[in-house]
């Protein structure tokens, strides 16, 4: 079993100090738009994933006019009592603690806490191009396997290298290919065993999402989902070699996993060019919820769910069935927010399941 038991958050965002206990396992936060519904939830999130899911820079997240910001969490795992702290120095400098003890590195604490999180924009993952779909799949993949995250980083990092070096050849600044061949087997090494762990995955993942798309959806629509890399047809070894020439025209690597996507469509057609908002958002939830299935069936307990806002433009038909799956047919802990205290009360009370509903307006944690 896995629970969130409490939070205290210090100039985090619009939170100047405020702390909230959750003692039911179906947890709703409600309060009108601005009122740090969101805040808290990537509040959450950053204790699970040592950052935010929203923000890139850590500063950003620092409450206006004040240095630094403090997260403490206390988690129920397994029986254990858990304690994760995240603190951003007001030097800059991110520290976070398990029990106490200070990380070395970051990466080390990613899926200790597993959590999935669903948000408005996350449609995106659908509808933009193929780099929020590989953050999808990562997201899932480095908490599930410590190598994979390691691998990733490696290979960016390659990537990275690779691409200035590139550009210095071409200026004429640089004239030592033999550190191109360094870089290419290095990004062959990493590349090679992101791509195996995304084909592996993908073939678990993508029939459950066809599963879950079916009963979000209500409708036997035949939604269909292939894992796209160029490592399919070819090894990188001899891609990376074939493309080296355009390579270097080029400036930019066209090889490797950082081209990698997810392929959907429907009745042959590319789903993202055709699909209603209601079916976009239909195989968004399935996605995350192939992500949740999995995460919980490799880690033995089900990793902390955060919905933010997912009342908002579904149907009800819709909204229930989601409901049902992520409160009833799901044993974990479940974050919700809503705009409406008494919408979000009805739904729960048609679902006959006990909650704890948070009204940040009422509980004063308002400190604008
Ligand atoms: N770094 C920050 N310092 C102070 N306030 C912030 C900061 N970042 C965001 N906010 C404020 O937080 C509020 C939004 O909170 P949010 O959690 O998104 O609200 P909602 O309840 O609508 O989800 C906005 O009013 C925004 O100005
Ligand atoms: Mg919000």
Redesign the pocket.
């Known amino acids: 079993m896995f629970r969130l038991t409490n939070i205290s958050v210090y100039q985090f965002?619009?939170y100047l100090h405020s702390s909230f206990s959750f003692n039911e396992r179906i947890i709703g936060v409600c309060?009108?738009?601005?009122?740090?519904?969101?805040?808290?939830l990537d509040a959450i999130y950053y204790l699970c994933f040592t950052k935010s899911y929203f923000t890139k820079s850590d500063a950003?997240?620092?409450?206006?006019g004040a240095q630094g910001f403090r997260i403490e969490g206390e988690f129920e795992v397994n029986d254990e009592c858990e304690k994760a702290v995240c603190i951003l120095r007001e030097t800059g400098k991110k520290e976070f603690f398990w029990h106490e003890a200070l990380y070395e590195k970051f990466s080390a604490h990613i899926g200790k806490l597993p959590c999935v999180i669903i948000a408005p924009d996350d449609v995106q993952i659908i509808t933009a191009g193929s780099e929020e779909r590989r953050r999808f799949i990562d997201a899932l993949l480095c908490q599930l396997d410590a190598k994979y995250l390691q691998s990733l980083m490696d290979y960016n990092r390659t990537l990275q290298q690779r691409n200035s070096l590139l550009k210095a050849l071409a200026e004429r600044k640089q004239h030592d290919h033999h550190l191109l061949d360094v870089y290419d087997e290095q990004l062959v090494k990493t590349g090679t065993y992101v791509f195996e762990e995304r084909k592996r995955f993908s073939e678990n993942l993508l029939p459950l999402v066809k599963k879950f798309y079916v009963e979000i959806a209500g409708a036997d629509e035949p939604v269909d989902i292939k894992y796209e890399s160029q490592a399919l047809s070819s090894s990188f070894e001899n891609l990376l070699k074939q493309f080296r020439e355009k390579d270097l025209m080029l400036q930019r690597s066209s090889i490797g996993v950082h081209k990698d996507d997810i392929d959907i469509s429907m009745n042959g057609q590319s789903f993202k060019s055709f699909a209603s908002q209601g079916q976009r958002k239909s195989l968004l939830f399935a996605l995350k919820l192939a992500e949740f299935e999995i995460l919980k069936n490799e880690k033995g307990f089900a990793p902390l769910l955060l919905l933010?806002?997912v009342f908002e433009k579904l149907d009800e038909s819709r909204m229930q069935n989601l409901l049902r799956r992520a409160c009833i047919e799901n044993s974990g802990q479940v974050f919700i927010?809503d705009t409406h205290g008494e919408r979000i009360k009805s739904h729960f009370e048609r679902l006959s399941i006990k909650y704890q509903l948070i009204d940040?307006y009422a509980s004063g944690s308002l400190t604008?």
Do not use: S
């Not at 309060?31 to 969101?38: C, E, P, S």
């Not at 950003?60 to 206006?64: A, F, K, M, P, T």
């Open positions: 965002k619009n309060g009108n738009n601005g009122v740090g519904k969101t805040n808290l950003q997240n620092v409450r206006y933010d806002d927010t940040l604008l």
